[in-house]
């Protein structure tokens, strides 16, 4: 069992950052296996980045470019960092590590 807690989600005018963190707790290894996806209420949950065995990325649709991922594996962590941020990326963002989810964080990009 993984528990997932993520931190990090708010308000930014469009063309900022935010970054998201994401902390595993449990005795499972989540490196590299860490991915994060976001969802707007009515539509299904999209994928949106994940951190592959290479140390690369798989990017999802519009974000390649603004979103990075990464995983401190001493601390069971990761982070995805938003930039260039559009009124479109407003969502609820939810990191998973294989199959566990985390409870997700709300980002609203407005002016």
């Known amino acids: 069992q993984v528990q997932l807690e993520e931190s990090g989600g708010g308000s930014v005018q469009p063309g900022g950052s935010l970054n998201l963190s994401c902390a595993a707790s449990?005795?499972?290894?989540?490196?590299?296996?860490w991915s994060w996806y976001r969802q707007v209420p009515g539509k299904e949950r999209e994928f949106v980045i994940s951190?592959?065995?290479?140390?690369?990325?798989n990017y999802g649709d519009s974000v390649e470019g603004r979103f990075t991922i990464s995983q401190d594996i001493a601390k069971k962590t990761a982070s995805l960092r938003m930039n260039s941020l559009k009124p479109e990326d407003t969502a609820i963002y939810y990191c998973?590590?294989?199959?566990?989810w985390g409870q997700g964080t709300q980002v609203t990009v407005s002016s």
């Open positions: 998973k590590c294989y199959v566990y």
């Open positions: 449990g005795y499972f290894d989540c490196s590299y296996r």
């Open positions: 951190i592959r065995t290479d140390g690369g990325s």
